[in-house]
């Protein structure tokens, strides 16, 4: 029942900044922790950031640390990756994902629910 719909993604030239929109439909949104992940061909799929049900905790990578930031609109059902200074190497599908519970906010398996990504190219 639980379906998340990504958008934002796109084209950019190193430096500029996108923003990336994922909307949960299905189920109580504010009883999600969200996170996001991106995957390059041929690399397994790696943790971007992460934000608790109540939006008081949010985690990074190391790799996006003060550049990406990511927050939550309960009322609007939506959690947002705000990317600014993109490199190249941020080239990747990002997903977003959805987890009921738990506190391995790094892990793909924590998260029960996935979108079906969005392209974000990064051109230098």
């Known amino acids: 029942q639980v379906q998340l719909v990504e958008s934002g993604g796109g084209l950019v030239q190193a430096g500029g900044s996108l923003r990336l929109s994922c909307v949960l439909s299905?189920?109580?949104?504010?009883?999600?922790?969200m996170g996001w992940f991106r995957q390059t061909p041929g690399k397994e799929r790696e943790f971007v950031a992460a934000?608790?049900?109540?939006?008081?905790?949010?985690y990074y990578a190391d790799s996006v640390k003060g550049r990406f930031t990511i927050s939550r609109d309960n009322a609007e059902n939506t959690v947002y990756l705000q990317m600014n200074s993109l490199k190249p190497e941020d080239t990747a599908v990002y997903y977003c994902?959805?987890?009921?519970?738990?506190?391995?906010?790094?892990?793909?398996?924590?998260?029960?629910?996935w979108g079906q990504g969005t392209q974000v190219t990064v051109s230098s």
């Open positions: 299905g189920r109580t949104f504010s009883s999600f922790a």
């Open positions: 934000i608790s049900w109540s939006g008081d905790s949010t």
């Open positions: 994902a959805a987890t009921l519970g738990g506190s391995y906010y790094y892990t793909t398996g924590e998260y029960g629910y």
